[in-house]
Each structure stands twice: as C-alpha cells, then as structure tokens.
C-alpha cells in the first residue's frame, strides 16, 4: 500500500537558497549599543534642558546671601517674587553667592547643548559649501585649502581665545570663536570626498551628457556627504560643548549672569577643596553629555561607514 502524495511542493537541490533579508541602517543603529546609550543620555540631557523652568527649584541667578555655600541636600528659606517666603531644598548644595547649584545647572545644560549643536550645524553648513568648491573647482582648490591649513596650524582653543578676545563676551560670540577653528576639518572632509566621487564613471557620464553643474552636485556628489557629515557633527558638538567649557572656566566665555556648566566650575574653583559639590555636580553632567555624544559619533561611524562595516 503506497502512501498518499503530499501536495507540498518538494523543494529541488538545484534551486537557489533565499539569501537572509539585509538588516536596515536604522536596525543597524539601534543593534549598536554606542549609539542607543549615547542617544539616550543626549535625550536625557536635552530633555532636561527643556524643562528646566519645570524642575528648577529656583531662581538660578537669585542671590541668597543667607544661604551661602550650604551642602546637598539642605535647606534654606528665599523670597519669591511675590514678597513671600518659602523654604527651598538645595539638592545640590549652594555656591559662594547662595545661588542653588541644581537649578543652574539644569538651566546650564540649555545653553551648553544649545552651543554645541549650533556650533555643529553652522560648521557643517560652512564647511560643506566651502568644502564643495574646493573640491569641485580646480583653480581654487589650492587657494582655499592653504588659507583652511592655515587656521589648522593654530590650536582650536588659542584660536577661539583670540576670537573671544576680539569681540565682547556672550553666547553669539564664543559660538563664532568655536565654529571658525572647526570648519576647516569640514572642509577637509567635504574635499575629500568631493575629490573621490568626481571621478566615479556615473558622475563622468553625467558630465559628458551635459547635466547641469548644480543638478550634478545635489543629486551624485551632496548624498555621499550625508553619512560622514553626520558623524563628524557629533564629534564637532561634543567639542565645541566641552571649548565652551574651557573658555568659561578661565572667564573669556560666557557671562557669569548666565548659567553655564563652564562659568558654575569657574566660580566655585576657589573653595574646591571645602566645598567640592560647586564643581562636581556640573562636572559630572558636562562629562557625561560629552561622553554620549562621542559615543553616538562612533556607533554611527562604525554603522554608517562601509570600511568600518567590512573590518567589523
């Protein structure tokens, strides 16, 4: 008795195996655990940023002479704005001035992030447009690329001292002395990559077709900047939050008047050793931010770029 015929297909063992689905670059960012704890952190930290007003258990500038160089955790009793008075828990402690370190450095992390992501946005902008010339327009390759080596040969913080110097302190300031030492890497970047794509056969073939100049540029050689572009503009943000520091903490940065994890170090430097908690909380969120946001530019290097993928 012979058994009933199935009504399966019976696979052949000539025919091709499926080759497994090709993950995605989003699913290749979130496997990577750089970029998903770096993210998290700089979500944390912005958020905080954010709401500020929200958490802040005070004034961050209200000074409380009363109140002087208090340690975590203990209390006070300010003036509202109302005339009343109330008693405020300094979960930080507070500085020489009796200002509460908590809500200076949540209202700090507002203007640190906000500098290092302006600082990286108009760096990129810059040097992409700069970077796209040079690369593309043979005669003025060599003119720019010896002006951008120029500014590399000066140190970033010598150079960004000299532009604060130059111009009166606030934020708009040390944002233009931070982004002038950081667009020629930028530039360098963009050149090169520039320099790389021109001499692909696709781009040689649009060229002798007669595509526009313009045209040329955004649709073959702009799209191979995006992924390295983005890289280098975590890198960028998390130096320019941590220069911004430096020039805060040696008082040519920001304005005391306004909060900064730089300018709340500075002016709690002199009492470090009886009082460490002036420097230790805003170092902690400084080192933090600028970790995450170094390890969001690795996982997204090692994702994002096709050598780094084939080593891994």
Not at 185 to 190: I, K, N, P
Request: hydrophobic share 55%; glycine share 8%.
């Amino acid at each position: 008795m012979t058994a009933p015929a199935s009504s399966e297909p019976v696979a052949s063992a000539d025919a091709p195996i499926a080759a497994p689905a090709k993950p995605t670059v989003w699913r290749k960012l979130f496997r990577s655990p750089s970029v998903v704890i770096g993210l998290a952190i700089v979500l944390v930290m912005v958020f905080i940023g954010l709401i500020a007003p929200l958490i802040a258990t005070a004034d961050p500038t209200a000074i409380n002479p009363g109140a002087r160089n208090r340690v975590p955790m203990a209390t006070s009793t300010m003036r509202l704005d109302d005339g009343t008075r109330a008693t405020v828990t300094h979960y930080m402690g507070t500085d020489t001035l009796g200002r509460d370190v908590f809500s200076r450095v949540v209202y700090g992390a507002r203007v640190s992030i906000f500098i290092g992501i302006a600082v990286a946005l108009l760096s990129i902008s810059i040097g992409l447009v700069i970077g796209m010339i040079a690369g593309y327009i043979r005669w003025l390759d060599g003119i720019i690329m010896r002006i951008m080596d120029g500014l590399m040969a000066i140190p970033a913080i010598l150079l960004a001292i000299a532009v604060v110097s130059l111009s009166r302190a606030g934020i708009v300031s040390v944002i233009i002395a931070i982004v002038v030492p950081e667009v020629p890497r930028v530039v360098r970047l963009v050149r090169s990559v520039v320099l790389s794509v021109r001499e692909e056969p696709y781009v040689e073939a649009a060229v002798v077709s007669g595509t526009p100049t313009v045209k040329l540029v955004l649709r073959h050689i702009l799209p191979n900047t995006v992924a390295p572009l983005i890289v280098q503009g975590t890198f960028i943000c998390a130096s320019a939050i941590l220069v911004e520091a430096i020039l805060s903490f040696l008082g040519i940065g920001i304005p005391p008047d306004i909060p900064t994890w730089g300018n709340i170090m500075a002016e709690g430097r002199q009492l470090f050793r009886i009082f460490p908690h002036n420097i230790l909380y805003p170092g902690i969120f400084l080192a933090l931010t600028v970790l995450a946001v170094n390890m969001l530019g690795d996982g997204l290097r090692d994702t994002l770029d096709p050598k780094m993928e084939k080593r891994g």
